[in-house]
Structure formats: C-alpha cells, structure tokens
C-alpha cells in the first residue's frame, strides 16, 4: 500500500471453495473484488478441497500474516449479493463491503437462506440454553437496520482483526454444530457479539438454482 492509502481498512477478502466456482459467483462477484475500491484495500485469499474448517482455518492464519490487514471478510463462493428490495438484481459487492465496514462492530454478516431442518431459513440463529443443552432457533424477522443473533452461517461475514487475535485457536471446529456456528458461540464468551446488516441481502447459489434472500428459489443464469 502507498503512504496515501495508510488510514484506509485492508480486507483479507476470504474464499473457501470446492474447487470450481459457480459462474455467478464469478460475474457478480469474483470479478469486482479485483476491481479497487476507494473506500478500502483488499487481497483475495483462497483454500480449496479442505473440510471447511481447515479451509477457514488456513486463511484466517494466511492473512493474520499480513500486519496491515484490518478485517476477514468471509464470502464463499456461492454468493451473491442482491439489490435490496429487487433480488433478482445482482449489486456490486464493493458496494455491500463499505455498508459492512461503516457499521463498524466486530462481527456484522449479510442475510441470506440456507437449507436447514427447519426449511429454507434465514442463517443466523438465538440460541437457548447453554453448553451441552443449547437449541438454535431461526430468526425469522426484525425491525432494525442492525440486529444482534447467536450464530450465523458465515457465507458473507466480516470480522475485525482484533476477533482474531483475542479469540484463542481453535477459531473454527465442526461438533454438533458447524465451524461457523461455533467461532460465533466461542467469540461471544470473548465480549464479541454477532450482528447482522439486514440491508446486505444475498443469494445463496446451490446447484443448479438459487435461493433468493425473499426464499423464492429460481434457476441459475448459467
């Protein structure tokens, strides 16, 4: 980076994938985290083939080895970031970067659905109980621009450096719950909160289709 661009966030732009990208993923997304942003800096960081614990895992360590890195941004290749109020729109993702770093907490996902026991649900959670005897129950509406929730599913999640370094290893581990589950169950007993930008909306590709973020299913463009 250049002595002008000191002040500016640098985001480790993290992508686990399954060794090919969907081709949605690659026009809507990929393509413009290589376009530069005058808000921010950023590095993509790939890991493939891995359980997606160690892939998380592998590029939280990746990038942590760069000082100058700010934040992980977690978007997985099956995203896409929708205009709000018109999903079947697709938006700049650097776009719905800036609106993450300006709510400026250390954990903020997007909304998107995932399938999941309970349907094609929004992916993020409020437990109940704790230890052995916690339950997830989806959430299922909100009113504000920011909510705060237990877990998210971390398909497009940004998380500050300092989450990182005052959370100790391990950050990501499959139980009863997902890796992503537990890194956000873990980081809250460290005074990091989970919460939600409910104006970063996502599809989240799966296959052949799409869930859009109105739980509308439909078929991919390609």
């Known amino acids: 980076m250049g002595a002008w661009d000191v002040a500016k966030p640098y985001i480790a732009i993290g992508i686990p994938h399954p060794g090919v990208f969907p081709s949605e993923f690659v026009d809507h997304s990929y393509t413009a985290f290589k376009v530069t942003s005058p808000h921010f800096s950023k590095d993509i960081f790939l890991s493939r083939g ?43 993702p650097n776009e719905v970067i800036k609106e993450l770093l ?7 996902s997007g909304v998107y659905r995932a399938k999941k026991k309970e349907g094609f649900c929004y992916c993020m959670f409020l437990k109940q109980g704790d230890g052995d005897e916690i339950k997830l129950s989806p959430v299922t509406g909100w009113t504000s621009r920011i909510i705060t929730v237990d877990v998210v599913g971390m398909g497009c999640c940004l998380v500050k ?15 009863r719950f997902s890796e992503d589950f537990n890194f956000c ?10 919460q939600v930008l409910t104006t970063a909306v996502f599809s989240h590709i799966e296959g052949n289709f799409k869930i859009l973020s109105n739980g509308r ?4 463009e390609v």
């Open 50 to 92: 891995s359980p997606v614990d160690r892939m998380r895992h592998n590029i939280a360590v990746g990038a942590l080895q760069k000082p100058d890195i700010t934040h992980i941004l977690w978007w997985d290749s099956d995203m896409v970031a929708e205009q709000h109020g018109n999903p079947m729109v697709a938006r700049d």
């Open 102 to 108: 300006d709510a400026d907490v250390p954990i903020i």
């Open 161 to 175: 450096r300092e989450v990182f370094e005052k959370v100790p290893q391990p950050w990501f581990w499959w139980d």
């Open 185 to 194: 169950l873990k980081a809250a007993k460290y005074g990091f909160p989970t």
């Open 217 to 220: 299913i439909v078929t991919c």
